[in-house]
Nanobody, 118 residues
Framework: VQLQASGGGLVQTGGSLRLSCTAS????????MAWYRQARGNQRELVAR???????TYGAAVKGRFAISRENANNTVYLQMNDLTPEDTAVYYC?????????????WGQGTQVTVSS
């Protein structure tokens, strides 16, 4: 299973970006879809998480500004990011966990850079 993320870039403070991440693999069925981020010098932190059978959860820093959504049919997860600030600058990683035939495993995307200028 490979995850392909896109949508990062450079935006000014107050701007918006939308990230997307699609998992390949005919037999993969994602349960958990999530976005993490890692700023330079910091640990990777949870941004948002969506479970197939539960509502989304958000990190405290992004609650009310970011929204996670998903398309189960094609294992795609989105992250709508609004009212961005320089503190949101980081590499954003998507993560999907689910069943692959008889296995259950998690997979990471390659990361997409988001830079917010002041």
């Amino acid at each position: 299973v490979q995850l392909q993320a896109s949508g990062g870039g450079l935006v000014q403070t107050g701007g918006s970006l939308r990230l997307s991440c699609t998992a390949s693999g005919s037999f993969f069925r994602a349960n958990t879809m999530a976005w993490y981020r890692q700023a330079r010098g910091n640990q990777r932190e949870l941004v948002a998480r969506s479970l197939a059978t539960a509502g989304p959860t958000y990190g405290a820093a992004v609650k009310g500004r970011f929204a996670i959504s998903r398309e189960n049919a094609n294992n795609t997860v989105y992250l709508q990011m609004n009212d961005l600030t320089p503190e949101d600058t980081a590499v954003y990683y998507c993560f999907q966990q689910g069943s692959l035939g008889t296995y259950y495993d998690g997979f990471w995307g390659q990361g997409t850079q988001v830079t917010v200028s002041s």
